[in-house]
DNA sequence: CTTTGCATCTCGACT
DNA sequence: AGTCGAGGTGCAAAG
C-alpha cells in the first residue's frame, strides 16, 4: 500500500506507471476533464473525480453521485501516463473495438497503489436458476399435471428455459423470470412458442406459461392477445 | 483531502463515520467479507477489495477485477460503522426495497477521505437519439419517399421510435437500435406493428422496419418470418 | 410512485 | 470471435 497527497505532476506520472506496472491497483483523486471515443463518443469537463484504475486493465471514472461511473474502460486496456504541460494526462487504450479514454488532470489531491489477492467467488441465491430448480423439484407448482422434459431446450429462436407436457400430454414452453416481468418477456415467450409450433408438426398445440413473482398491466394484456399465460412464482418460496 | 494507513479498529470506525458526515467520498481497501440481502442475496468469502462509499450514500465494493462491482448499495443509503470482536463492520441499508449490505473488515490497508464538487454534465453522442435525428434530417435515408409524421409515437403496446409514411402512403412503424440487433429488438418492432395493426382499422396494412447498423442471422430470419423489414443505418454517418 | 426501454450496458455460457 | 440472454442490471423520461 503506498500513498502520495498532491503530488508534484512528474512525481505522480511516475507513481502511476510504476505501480501500475507493479500490479497495483490505483486510485486517483483530482480535479479533472475526461474525453472518450469509441462504440460512442463523450466529453465531460472539469470536476473532482475518482478514477480508479485495476491489475486487469480496467478503468473507472466515478463522480460523488450515482452507481455507475461516469465513464469507463473495460478489463484488457493498456495504459499511458504523461505530463503535458504540467498536467497529467492519463490515456486508456483497447482495440475491437478500438476505443479509447483520456482523462486530464488538473490537480491530483490524492494518489494511492494497493496490492492484494482476491480469490473468493460470489454466490448468489435468488437467480433464476433458483426458480428453475424450484419448479423441476415441485413441478405442480406451475400446474398439477406438469411434467418438465428438458431445460434450455433449443428452437430456431432461442433456448426455452423448460419445456415439458400438461397433464393431457400437451406441449408446454415455460419461460422464467427472476423479477416483475414487462412486455420484453412476453415478446421472448412469444417467440420461443411460435418457433416451437413451426418445428413440430403443424397440428400440434403448443401452450405458453410465463413464470415470474408478478407481471405490469401492458404484459399481461399483450400475453392474453397472444394467447399465452401467467403463473406467479419467486425464486425464494419466502416470496410466493 | 484525509489519509490513513494501517488504522486501528477504532480509529477507522470513527474516521468513516465523521468524513461520511461531513459529505466526503471515503475510500478503504482492506480485507473483508460481503454479505447481501435484499433483491436477491449473496455472500463472498474474505479476500482483499476496494470499498467506496459515496455522499449520495451510493456503496460499491471491488475487486481487482472486472468493471462492475462486486457487490454494490444503491444511491439513497444510509450507512453505519461499528467495531466488533475487533473488526470494522460497515452497514448499508435502505428499504423500499429493503436491502443490507454488510462489510466487515479483517484488515484495513488504506482509508481516505476526499471532498469535491462536479457541476458538469456527461455529453454523449452516438446515441439511439442521434440516429433518430439523423433520419428525421433525411428521411430518405431510410428509403426513397418516406415521411416521418411522429416520433415516440403511443401504441397499446408500447411508443415507436418513428412512425410515419413510406411513398405510397403505407404506415410505417421504424425500431431504431444503436447498434447491432438480435431477436429481442425483431420482438419489439413486432409488437408495436401488431398493436399498430389493431388500433387502425383492420385493412389498414402496416409495415414494419428495424433500423440499426447491423443484424444477427436468427434475427434476420425472426424479421423475415414476421414480413419485417431491415435498413442497415449508424448513428454516426462516418460509420455506414 | 410505477412503467418502459436505452445503455460505450457488463457478464457468462455456448458455438 | 460472435451470439444470446440474465442481471440484486442502472438510469432517465414519462405517466
Given at each position: 500500500?503506498?500513498?502520495?497527497?498532491?503530488?508534484?505532476?512528474?512525481?505522480?506520472?511516475?507513481?502511476?506507471?510504476?505501480?501500475?506496472?507493479?500490479?497495483?491497483?490505483?486510485?486517483?483523486?483530482?480535479?479533472?476533464?475526461?474525453?472518450?471515443?469509441?462504440?460512442?463518443?463523450?466529453?465531460?469537463?472539469?470536476?473532482?473525480?475518482?478514477?480508479?484504475?485495476?491489475?486487469?486493465?480496467?478503468?473507472?471514472?466515478?463522480?460523488?453521485?450515482?452507481?455507475?461511473?461516469?465513464?469507463?474502460?473495460?478489463?484488457?486496456?493498456?495504459?499511458?501516463?504523461?505530463?503535458?504541460?504540467?498536467?497529467?494526462?492519463?490515456?486508456?487504450?483497447?482495440?475491437?473495438?478500438?476505443?479509447?479514454?483520456?482523462?486530464?488532470?488538473?490537480?491530483?489531491?490524492?494518489?494511492?497503489?494497493?496490492?492484494?489477492?482476491?480469490?473468493?467467488?460470489?454466490?448468489?441465491?435468488?437467480?433464476?436458476?433458483?426458480?428453475?430448480?424450484?419448479?423441476?423439484?415441485?413441478?405442480?407448482?406451475?400446474?398439477?399435471?406438469?411434467?418438465?422434459?428438458?431445460?434450455?431446450r433449443?428452437t430456431a429462436a432461442g433456448?426455452i428455459d423448460?419445456y415439458?407436457?400438461?397433464?393431457?400430454?400437451t406441449t408446454v414452453a415455460v419461460e422464467?423470470?427472476?423479477?416483475?416481468?414487462?412486455?420484453?418477456a412476453v415478446g421472448q415467450l412469444d417467440r420461443y412458442v411460435t418457433a416451437l409450433g413451426r418445428e413440430l408438426?403443424?397440428?400440434v398445440d403448443v401452450r405458453g406459461i410465463l413464470?415470474?413473482?408478478?407481471?405490469?398491466?401492458?404484459?399481461?394484456?399483450l400475453l392474453?392477445e397472444r394467447g399465452l399465460e401467467?403463473?406467479?412464482?419467486?425464486?425464494?418460496?419466502?416470496?410466493?
Amino acid at each position: 500500500v503506498d500513498v502520495r497527497t498532491n503530488p508534484a505532476p512528474d512525481e505522480a506520472a511516475h507513481f502511476v506507471t510504476t505501480t501500475l506496472s507493479d500490479g497495483a491497483l490505483v486510485t486517483i483523486f483530482g480535479r479533472c476533464t475526461v474525453e472518450y471515443s469509441g462504440r460512442a463518443a463523450s466529453e465531460l469537463g472539469a470536476g473532482d473525480r475518482l478514477v480508479v484504475i485495476k491489475p486487469d486493465g480496467t478503468t473507472l471514472v466515478h463522480t460523488d453521485a450515482g452507481q455507475q461511473p461516469v465513464n469507463w474502460q473495460p478489463p484488457g486496456c493498456t495504459h499511458d501516463v504523461a505530463v503535458v504541460d504540467d498536467q497529467v494526462h492519463l490515456d486508456s487504450t483497447r482495440s475491437n473495438p478500438d476505443e479509447t479514454l483520456t482523462v486530464r488532470f488538473e490537480t491530483i489531491a490524492q494518489l494511492t497503489a494497493a496490492y492484494g489477492t482476491d480469490e473468493k467467488a460470489l454466490s448468489v441465491t435468488g437467480t433464476e436458476a433458483d426458480l428453475r430448480d424450484r419448479i423441476l423439484a415441485n413441478p405442480s407448482l406451475l400446474e398439477e399435471g406438469f411434467q418438465p422434459l428438458a431445460t434450455e431446450r433449443r428452437t430456431a429462436a432461442g433456448a426455452i428455459d423448460v419445456y415439458g407436457e400438461d397433464e393431457v400430454g400437451t406441449t408446454v414452453a415455460v419461460e422464467l423470470k427472476r423479477r416483475r416481468v414487462g412486455p420484453d418477456a412476453v415478446g421472448q415467450l412469444d417467440r420461443y412458442v411460435t418457433a416451437l409450433g413451426r418445428e413440430l408438426h403443424a397440428d400440434v398445440d403448443v401452450r405458453g406459461i410465463l413464470v415470474a413473482p408478478s407481471i405490469t398491466d401492458r404484459a399481461r394484456h399483450l400475453l392474453a392477445e397472444r394467447g399465452l399465460e401467467f403463473v406467479a412464482l419467486s425464486p425464494d418460496p419466502a416470496d410466493d
